[in-house]
């Protein structure tokens, strides 16, 4: 399996500022994905993180709002801009490897 | 529309018991399922996966059934222990390295 390790664990923002959530792999994946787990909801995709080219962003998530980076086969960023009080959840990394999807330890995000 | 869907928010179970979770699809085009369960203040832990030309897997205690014409699939856990009591996801996905739609979880607790 991949291991995945994500920074911050958690962090406490004021509404207006921006956030950025680091995410390291120990294996080279081609595909990254970010997904948000807002309070009592399923996991979301944010948008898939491609090495070398822009990230895939899904309906109703904005490059704007959820800039990505993916420098390299084993890390990416995601910063959540101009912080609200709705974008309060747990934000996730994942990358697929070997026909399976494995999961960060997630970032937990609460925005006052 | 939710392609993946968990109808049952909940479940309780005693100790030693059989536990079924259920999932439906609506998209055929599915081809490979998953099962994650996950702990508060963690991300999703990979269980076990299925792929469509199978109609069972087993490890260990899990067991995965795929009924493709029903477009549904369950996922047995037995015996049950207390250590089981999380929320589990279904998941899907298409051919290749597409990202993973997930259903709502469903919430088990086993009761000693």
């Known amino acids: 399996s991949a291991v995945i390790s994500q920074k911050p664990s958690r962090d406490i923002c004021q509404r207006g500022t921006s956030l950025t959530i680091q995410c390291q792999v120990d294996?080279?994946?081609?595909?990254m994905f970010w997904y948000r787990q807002q309070p009592g909801q399923s996991l979301t995709l944010i948008a898939t993180a491609n090495q070398g080219s822009e990230a895939t962003y899904e309906s109703g998530f904005v490059i704007d709002k959820f800039p990505i980076s993916r420098p390299n086969l084993t890390f990416s960023t995601l910063t959540v801009s101009n912080m609200s009080p709705e974008d309060s959840s747990i934000y996730l990394c994942?990358?697929?490897?070997?026909?399976?999807?494995?999961f960060g330890p997630g970032t937990r995000l609460l925005v006052l | 529309d939710q392609q993946v869907k968990q109808n049952s928010p909940s479940l309780s179970v005693q100790e030693g018991r059989i536990s079924i979770l259920n999932c439906d699809y609506t998209?055929?085009?599915?081809?490979?399922f998953l099962w994650y369960k996950k702990y508060p203040a963690e991300g999703p832990t990979f269980l076990i996966s299925i792929s469509s030309i199978k109609d069972k897997n087993e490890d260990g205690r899990f067991t995965v059934f795929l009924n493709k014409s029903a477009k549904h699939l369950s996922l047995h856990i037995v015996p049950s222990q207390p250590g089981d009591s999380a929320v589990y996801f279904c998941?899907?996905?298409?051919?290749?390295?597409?990202?993973?739609?997930f259903g709502k979880g469903t919430r088990l607790s086993v009761i000693a």
């Open positions: 998941a899907a996905k298409g051919l290749g390295n597409t990202p993973l739609v």
């Open positions: 998209n055929s085009m599915f081809d490979y």
């Open positions: 294996s080279q994946v081609t595909m």
């Open positions: 994942s990358v697929s490897y070997l026909e399976t999807q494995y």
